[in-house]
C-alpha cells in the first residue's frame, strides 16, 4: 500500500515551457557569443550551481569570466531574465498539479517533493503555492547533493517511517530520478502531461518503456491507490449485501440474492487478504443481450483503479467466450447517477441519442397476502 509519494518538480509540477521561456540559447544570443561556447562554458558550473556552492550570480560571473566577458550589467540582465521566466513558471502552476497534492492529503497519503534546482529556482519554489502542499521538501540546493543520489530519497522515507515498497516517486524522468528511485525498491512513474509542451534540446529525458506512464496529474492518484488484489469467482449472499448496502444500494433478502449469483453469467470479485472489496456481474442470455448488472467497488477502495479493471475483465469475457465469429452482441447496462463519464471510457453511449430513446426500468415488489 502507498503511504508516500515523491515528486520531482519541473516537467512534472510545473513547466519551464510556458509564458518567457529563456534558456542558453537565449542568453548566448544576449551575448553575442557563439551557443557552442557558452553551454560548454555555462554547463561547466551546473554541479556547482546545483547544490549550493553557487548562488546563479556567481554561477553566471564565473561563466563570464571563463568567456572573458565579466560584465555586472550582463549578471544583471541574464539573472532578471531568468528570473521573470521563472515567474511566468510559477504564476502558471496548473490547478491540476495544486489538486493533485490535496487530493493525496485527502486520501491520508504524504507528499514529498526532491528537486535538483539553481537559488533562483530554489526562491521561487518556496514562494510558490505548491510548497505548503509538501509534508517535506528536499532541495539539492540546500541539501548539498542531488538527485539520483539516493540520500535525498532515503531522508524522506526516514522522516516519513515508510518502507520503499510504500513510496511512489512521479518525476519525468531526468536526472535517472526514476532508476533511483526503482533501485531503492519504490514503485516509479513517468509524468507525461508536459511532453507535448517541450523541445529540444531541452527535453531532459526519452520517454522510458520500462516505467508506467501517466497522461495527466490525477493519474497519480489512482496509482497511489492501486491495490493488490486476489482475482476470485465467488461472493456469498451476506458477502454481496454488505457490499450493497455500503454503496448504499438497495437491499434483498438473502435468498432472493442467493438464486441472483447462482444464476450469474460471469462474477468476479476481487478480494483482499480474504475480504471481497470490488465485484462485477454479467448475465447473458445466451443469444444477443448481455447485462452488466454491478459493478461495486467498496468506498475505502474507490478512486484506485478496480472498476476500471472489473470492466476490462467484463469486456474480456464477452470477448472471450461470448463474441463467436460472426456473432453481434448488445451489450446493456444502468449507471448510477454521476458515473456515466466512467461507462463513456469503454465505449458505451448515454440514452437518449438521436437514435434511441430513454433506458427505461421498473421495480416491482410482491403483493402482500
Not at 514529498?112 to 509534508?135: G, H, T
Not at 515498497?165 to 531526468?174: F, N, S
Not at 496529474?217 to 454488505?242: F, G
Not at 465485484?279 to 468506498?299: K, Q, S, T
Request: glycine share 8%; aromatic share 10%; hydrophobic share 40%.
Amino acid at each position: 500500500m502507498i503511504r508516500a509519494v515523491i515528486f520531482d518538480m519541473f516537467e512534472t509540477l510545473v513547466t519551464l515551457f510556458t509564458g518567457r521561456t529563456y534558456f542558453s540559447e537565449n542568453i548566448a544570443e544576449d551575448l553575442g557569443v557563439p551557443l557552442t561556447e557558452f553551454r560548454a562554458a555555462w554547463h561547466a558550473t551546473e554541479d556547482e550551481r546545483t547544490i549550493g556552492k553557487y548562488t546563479m550570480e556567481e554561477g553566471f560571473s564565473e561563466t563570464l569570466r571563463k568567456l572573458n566577458l565579466y560584465n555586472e550589467d550582463w549578471v544583471e540582465l541574464v539573472c532578471r531574465k531568468r528570473r521573470e521566466a521563472l515567474g511566468d513558471t510559477f504564476s502558471a502552476v496548473p490547478e491540476a498539479s495544486v489538486q493533485l497534492l490535496k487530493d493525496l492529503k485527502a486520501h491520508g497519503i504524504r507528499t514529498a517533493l526532491i528537486s535538483n534546482c539553481f537559488s533562483d529556482e530554489r526562491a521561487m519554489i518556496l514562494q510558490s503555492e505548491l510548497y505548503p502542499l509538501f509534508d517535506t521538501v528536499r532541495l539539492s540546493f540546500e541539501q548539498g547533493v542531488k538527485k539520483p543520489d539516493p540520500s535525498m530519497y532515503q531522508s524522506i522515507m526516514e522522516e516519513f517511517g515508510v518502507t520503499p515498497a510504500e513510496c511512489l516517486y512521479i518525476g519525468d524522468g531526468g536526472s535517472h530520478e526514476l532508476q533511483a528511485a526503482r533501485k531503492l525498491g519504490m514503485s516509479a512513474a513517468q509524468a507525461m502531461w508536459f511532453r507535448p509542451g517541450m523541445f529540444e534540446p531541452h527535453v531532459s529525458c526519452p520517454v522510458f518503456s520500462d516505467f508506467p506512464h501517466l497522461e495527466k496529474q490525477a493519474d497519480v492518484v489512482t496509482e497511489a491507490l492501486r491495490i493488490d488484489y486476489e482475482v476470485t469467482d465467488h461472493i456469498t449472499p451476506e458477502e454481496y449485501m454488505q457490499m450493497r448496502r455500503e454503496v448504499g444500494w438497495s437491499e434483498f433478502p438473502l435468498e432472493q440474492a442467493a438464486e441472483g449469483l447462482k444464476n450469474t453469467t460471469f462474477l468476479c470479485c476481487l478480494r483482499r487478504e480474504g475480504e471481497p472489496i470490488a465485484l462485477a456481474r454479467v448475465l447473458w442470455d445466451h443469444g444477443y443481450v448481455v447485462y452488466i448488472a454491478d459493478i461495486i467497488v467498496r468506498p475505502p477502495y474507490q478512486k484506485g483503479g478496480l472498476g476500471r479493471d472489473l470492466m476490462n475483465r467484463v469486456i474480456g469475457f464477452i470477448e472471450g467466450t461470448i463474441l463467436k465469429p460472426g456473432y453481434r452482441v448488445m451489450i446493456s447496462l444502468q449507471s448510477a447517477k454521476g458515473k456515466e463519464e466512467f461507462y463513456e471510457r469503454f465505449g458505451f453511449a448515454p440514452r437518449p441519442t438521436p437514435e434511441h430513446g430513454c433506458g427505461m426500468h421498473r421495480w416491482m415488489e410482491a403483493k402482500s397476502k
